[in-house]
Nanobody
Framework: QVQLVESGGGLVQAGGSLRLSCAASGRTFSSNAMGWFRQAPGKDREFVAVISGGGGNTRYADSVKGRFTIPGDNAKNTVYLQMNSLKPEDTAVYYC????????????????????WGQGTQVTVSS
C-alpha cells in the first residue's frame, strides 16, 4: 500500500505563491509518475501537472503553464507543486496521486490512470 499526504495549502492573495508538498510512504517506487489534480466546488476534478518517474518529463495544464512547476525529490519520496502568480480561479482542493504503472517516462493526464490519492489540501486565492 502507498499513502500520500499533501500539505502546504492555505489562503493567499492573488499574485502570491504557495508550495504544496506530497509525501509518499509505504510501498513507493521512483519509477511511477506523480501527478497533481484539483477540484473546485461544483466542477470535475482536473489535471494540473505531472512528473514522470525519475523526473525526466513534466506536463502541465494550459491554465497553469508558466506559473506552476512540479519538482520532485526521490530521496525524500516527495513531490511538490510550486504555484506562482496565483489567480482566484486557482481556488480548489488540490490532490496528489501516483500513477498505476511503474514505467519511467510516463506522464498520464487522466485521473483514471492513477491508483493512489492523497486526502487533498485546500488552496484559496482571494482577489
Amino acid at each position: 500500500q502507498v499513502q500520500l499526504v499533501e500539505s502546504g495549502g492555505g489562503l493567499v492573495q492573488a499574485g502570491g505563491s504557495l508550495r504544496l508538498s506530497c509525501a509518499a510512504s509505504g510501498r513507493t517506487f521512483s519509477s511511477n509518475a506523480m501527478g497533481w489534480f484539483r477540484q473546485a466546488p461544483g466542477k470535475d476534478r482536473e489535471f494540473v501537472a505531472v512528473i514522470s518517474g525519475g523526473g525526466g518529463n513534466t506536463r502541465y495544464a494550459d491554465s497553469v503553464k508558466g506559473r506552476f512547476t512540479i519538482p520532485g525529490d526521490n530521496a525524500k519520496n516527495t513531490v511538490y507543486l510550486q504555484m506562482n502568480s496565483l489567480k482566484p480561479e486557482d481556488t480548489a482542493v488540490y490532490y496528489c496521486a501516483r500513477d498505476k504503472a511503474s514505467w519511467s517516462g510516463r506522464t498520464p493526464l487522466q485521473a483514471t490512470e492513477y491508483e493512489y490519492w492523497g486526502q487533498g489540501t485546500q488552496v484559496t486565492v482571494s482577489s
